[in-house]
Each structure stands twice: as structure tokens, then as C-alpha cells.
């Protein structure tokens, strides 16, 4: 165990490393080894302990053991306690969280006990919840500041080093019943694979580095084909586009984009409507608009205002004037219309309709026909009265609404 547990730490010869040790064997185990490889490795060692108060005085027991033991040795220890509660996720995720929260705020590499059979373990706990690539990926054996020296020292090869060096270490009563997961697999399915293979943890934690190796490098291909159009989402490869639409969950802010949340981004890309909107957690929307997909800024609706006529008024990036008619010309920005009862700008509502040279339309279908992205669409300004709509900025006046006799001419300058 000790040249395995060397041969990983030569890179960082003269580094800094916190071991996060709970009293455990294999915590202990890597302390100890760190300790002898501390002064050919040229390293700066000290232990750091998470106390959960999960098991009232066994964890404070296991506190006491860990600082104990370094304090017999010189090596510095550092100690944080919490008493966690489940979350959504459960007491057991709530724990790792907590734990981590105290280990990735220490300066300095912190190095974990985890082995090539927990890493066995998690590869199966993802078989047995679903997983992609990243999950039969197992653990990470760099994250960070994190460090994991001994994903390919397997448990028997842990008993083994305590046990020639007489190394105490301690046992978590939790481990020993069946209510995580985990523990189910290693109680019962772990030693009945093993009898298959005997070298079944390495194997699969080696197959779990393998498959990460070709994660990583997948991941990159994604970098470099990343791309919000629709069209060229498309023609992307599954597994690439996958990963593209993970990075763009990522980047709106959905912290951990999983297979359901890509699965319905993929349908989006897919789909006939070329308008269409999808809303994920933290808030985050994405928006199909035609050719873009994109998480969605939806512009707020414009505050109802009177339009003075005459005089002038300003909205929404916009100026219009009101002023009494003495002209037939007709343009997109200039028109005369007879109105009725109070004019106002406003944004659109349902059931507007405007006939142009095309022929009579509803907004919305004016709109979509002319590809303005919905989330853009509450943000033209609609001049109307009180017997609907007069004109729509950048779309001219309504023609029903225009005669040689019109009363009232619109002009329409942009700021």
C-alpha cells in the first residue's frame, strides 16, 4: 500500500496536505502512511477531523481518538463539528456536504481515504440510481483541492498496512446497518461479486478511471462544438450535444444539470413550434426562439400610458408625436388615423388584430409570422383607443383605421 500511496503523491513533493481523517481505517491508514512518506516526500502533513454529531457521544469519541493520535505523533489536527439534519436528499448527503463545506475551506491540498472499493461501490450505487458516463466515472481522484491518493489501494490492502504497523483506528456503528445504500451493497452485493472476481474492486474502480479519462475528453470535443442554434444543435452527435446542452444548463444556472433536465432541453431543439419556452430550477427558462436557443430574458410588459395629442410621447426606446392631420402620405413611421374615445400606448393583449397590405392579422400571429422572439414581443409599443388597435410600431397604421378623412397623424421617431 505504501508504494501505491507513494507513487501518487510524487507530484506533489513538498506540498502542503490536510488528511481528512474520521478514526476509520482507512483515514487512519492514509494518515500514517502520509506521516511515513512525510519527510522523502519533503511534506507538510497535518489532519483535519469533521465532527457530525450524529452519533452524540461515539462522535465525540472519534474526535477525541483522532486528536489523540496526532497528538502522540506532532502532527498538527484541526477540528469543525455540526450537527446536520437530512435535507432533500437525505441525512447521508447532508453529512458529505457538511464535511466537505469544512475540508475545501482549509488552505492547503486536502487529501481523502477513499479506496478502490468505495470507488467499486459508488460505480454501482450510480448503476443502481442511473447514470450516464460522468456517474460509471466514480470518483474523482483530483477535484479541486482535493486529493484522493488511494482509489487503487483496495480495503484488504488498508487491514493489511494497519495491521503490520499496529495502527489503532475506529469503527462507525452506522456502518454496520443497512440503511444507506451503500452499506447494502457492501454488506451484501460487494463479497457476492467477489467470489466471481476476487479482483472485482480494482477492476472496476481502474474501468471507472478509464471511463472518466474518456468523459474528460468528450467534455473538451463539447467545448469546442459548443453552439445555441438550433440547426446546429441538431447536427451535433448524441453524446456531443448532450454535454453542449449541459454546458449551457450550467451557464444559465441550473447547478446540476442532470439526464431528465438535458433530456427535455433536447426535445426543445427538436421540437415543431419555433416558439417555445421550458423552466428548470433556480428559476433558470430556456426559450426556443426559432434558431436560438437561450435561457429566456423576458421583457416586462410596458406601463399603460395616455398619448398626448397633440404633443409628444416617449416609450420603450421610442418617440411619437400626436398632431393635428393635414396630409394623405402613409409610411411605416408616419400615418393618419381617425381615433376613438382616449389613445393610449401599451403593450399588446389578446384578441389584438391589425390589418396591414397582407391582409388582416392577430398580433400574435403578426409576431410569430415575422419571427420576433416572445420574449420580445411585450416591448413593442401598440397605439390603440377604445375601439382597438390604431398601429404598431415598426409595422405601420391599421389599415381599417385610415381614411382620407383622418383626424390625427402619428409620426414615429426612434431614440
Known amino acids: 500500500m505504501l508504494n501505491k500511496l507513494k507513487a501518487f503523491m510524487a507530484p506533489y513533493r513538498g506540498e502542503k496536505i490536510i488528511c481528512a481523517v474520521s478514526g476509520g481505517a482507512d483515514s487512519m491508514a492514509l494518515l500514517w502512511g502520509m506521516y511515513l512518506l512525510k519527510d522523502k516526500l519533503q511534506l507538510d502533513i497535518s489532519a483535519a477531523h469533521f465532527n457530525h454529531r450524529l452519533r452524540g ?58 479506496t478502490a472499493d468505495d470507488n467499486a461501490e459508488t460505480v454501482l450505487m450510480h448503476l443502481v440510481r442511473g447514470t450516464g458516463l460522468k456517474g460509471l466515472g466514480g470518483i474523482m481522484p483530483v477535484n479541486g483541492n482535493l486529493i484522493r491518493p488511494m482509489l487503487n489501494v483496495t480495503r484488504a490492502e488498508v487491514m493489511n498496512f494497519l495491521a503490520e504497523y ?26 457476492l461479486l467477489k467470489q466471481e472476481n476476487p479482483s472485482l474492486a480494482e477492476n472496476l474502480s481502474a474501468m471507472a478511471l478509464r471511463l472518466r479519462q474518456d468523459e474528460e475528453s468528450l467534455d473538451r470535443l463539447a467545448q469546442t462544438q459548443k453552439t445555441n442554434s438550433v440547426s446546429g444543435l441538431r447536427l ?93 402620405q402613409r409610411t411605416k413611421n408616419s400615418f393618419a388615423v381617425t381615433p376613438t374615445g382616449n389613445m393610449v400606448v401599451r403593450s399588446r393583449k389578446a384578441g389584438d388584430s391589425i390589418r396591414l397590405l397582407g391582409g388582416t392579422k ?45 383626424t390625427v397623424r402619428i409620426e414615429i421617431e426612434y431614440l
Do not use: W
Open 362 to 406: 392577430s398580433l400574435k400571429k403578426l409576431f410569430i409570422d415575422e419571427k420576433i422572439p416572445a420574449a420580445q414581443r411585450d416591448a413593442i409599443p401598440v397605439i390603440a383607443d377604445d375601439a382597438g388597435v390604431l398601429g404598431v410600431v415598426g409595422f405601420g397604421g391599421n389599415l381599417d383605421r385610415i381614411s382620407a378623412e383622418a
Open 166 to 191: 499496529s495502527i489503532p483506528h475506529r469503527e462507525d456503528s452506522s456502518n454496520a446497518g443497512d440503511a444507506f445504500l451503500r452499506n447494502r451493497l457492501r454488506h451484501s452485493v460487494m463479497p
Open 236 to 328: 451535433l452527435q448524441p453524446a456531443i450535444r448532450s454535454r453542449v446542452l449541459a454546458q449551457l444548463l450550467l451557464e444559465a444556472g441550473v447547478k446540476e444539470p442532470e439526464a431528465e433536465h438535458i433530456r427535455a432541453l433536447e426535445k426543445l431543439v427538436f421540437s415543431e413550434k419555433p416558439s417555445a419556452r421550458l423552466a428548470f430550477s433556480n428559476g433558470v427558462v430556456f426559450a426556443r426562439d426559432y434558431d436560438v436557443l437561450a435561457p429566456a430574458s423576458k421583457t416586462a410588459a410596458l406601463q399603460t400610458q395616455d398619448l398626448a395629442c397633440p404633443g409628444k410621447s416617449e416609450i420603450s426606446g421610442v418617440r411619437i408625436t400626436c398632431t393635428p392631420n393635414h396630409s394623405n
Open 57 to 114: 457521544a461515539e462522535s465525540d469519541a472519534d474526535e477525541a481518538f483522532v486528536r489523540d493520535f496526532c497528538a502522540g505523533y506532532g502532527i498538527p489536527f484541526v477540528t469543525d463539528s455540526r450537527q446536520v439534519t437530512a435535507g432533500e436528499k437525505g441525512l447521508e448527503a447532508a453529512a458529505r456536504e457538511a464535511r466537505y463545506a469544512f475540508l475545501k475551506g482549509l488552505p492547503g491540498l486536502v487529501a481523502t481515504a477513499h
